[in-house]
């Protein structure tokens, strides 16, 4: 096997460590870290670059495999047209058919399992920002909901108070009544006593009226 077909077989390899890792059941700190590092990491990114080139040339050695099949193919069909087989040319054909549906297969699965390794990635990246989400609206909520907690405490207490307020202000209310009885009933008293002390005072001064009649006779 040459070099650049070793070299697609150890990319083949790293993609499949990296699918076994993705679907692997690891915590979400775990995971997301990794993934989080991936993405944001400059040197991931510069491999990431190298790759898609490298990924360019093995689409060109699978476009070159398929066309040595089908030569390959064409002359196994003009050998079976002949009348004498060598079977030397025979078996190194076979040979070479061999190789190149191996080639195919290895730069095709290669391919195939870098376009599933990227949707797969980016199905987990959207997983675990959901995740986060979900995460970040949970304490969005307990905390509202604590917030209406306190609320309905505060509400409550509020409402005490107020019954409180009520309660003094209808003893204030009627303490005001009481009062202006009180003085409805002093100022009656007032009036009244001015009125013996007029009577009083209208007695006395006829007595001395009488007094002095009495003397002068």
Do not use: C
């Amino acid at each position: 096997m040459t070099i650049y077909y070793t070299l697609t077989f150890g990319i083949l390899v790293t993609e499949m460590i990296i699918f076994g890792l993705l679907v692997l059941p690891l915590p979400s700190k775990w995971r997301r870290a990794m993934l989080t590092f991936a993405s944001k990491s400059p040197l991931v990114g510069k491999a990431l670059y190298v790759l898609k080139i490298v990924f360019g040339f093995i689409f060109v050695l699978f476009i070159d495999t398929i066309n040595r099949l089908q030569r390959i193919d064409g002359s196994d069909h003009e050998g079976e047209r002949q009348q004498h087989y060598d079977y030397s040319y025979e078996a190194n054909l076979k040979a070479k058919k061999f190789y190149a549906q191996r080639n195919l297969y290895l730069t095709g699965f290669t391919l195939f399992l870098s376009l599933i390794l990227e949707r797969t990635s980016t199905l987990v990246l959207q997983v675990l920002k959901r995740e986060e989400e979900l995460e970040n609206l949970k304490k969005e909520t307990q905390t509202t909901t604590d917030g209406h907690k306190r609320v309905i405490e505060s509400e409550d207490q509020y409402k005490k108070e107020i019954n409180s307020l009520k309660e003094e202000l209808k003893t204030l209310k009627q303490q005001e009544r009481d009062y202006e009885t009180l003085k409805k009933q002093v100022a009656q008293q007032a009036a009244e006593y001015d009125r013996l002390a007029d009577e009083r005072n209208a007695l006395e001064r006829a007595a001395a009226g009488n007094s002095e009649v009495k003397k002068d006779l």
